[in-house]
């Protein structure tokens, strides 16, 4: 008998806790819900961040290509340079 009552005094303990505990529950739901918004906003963030990154990217390959034909020309130049010093020295260094 005495384990009986004991039970029963258990169970209504129990449930005295369900209604603090199913508001902890929908808080935890609330939570959960707001942290998914989060999580698709932030997706959605990415997304365009690498779209962007992808855009930057073939931005600096283009800018590279025209730093290398920078070079090319700079290197041209240097050879015309060195070819008309070559004349200037030939013809004495007096140029009329």
């Known amino acids: 008998m005495k384990t009986l009552q ?3 005094k258990t ?3 129990d449930m005295k806790t369900i209604p603090s505990n199913m508001k902890i529950i929908q808080s935890n739901m609330k939570t959960t ?3 998914m918004k989060t999580t698709q906003s932030d997706i959605k963030t990415i ?3 690498m779209k962007t ?3 930057d990217m073939k931005t600096i390959q283009s800018d590279m290509k025209t730093i290398q034909s920078d070079l ?3 290197q041209s130049n240097m050879k015309t340079m060195k070819v008309l010093q070559s004349d200037y020295t030939v013809l004495g260094g007096v140029i009329s």
Do not use: A, C, L, R
């Open 6 to 8: 004991s039970g029963m």
């Open 11 to 13: 169970i209504q303990s």
């Open 33 to 35: 819900q707001s942290n």
């Open 47 to 49: 997304k365009f961040d």
């Open 53 to 55: 990154m992808q855009s």
């Open 72 to 74: 090319k020309t700079i």
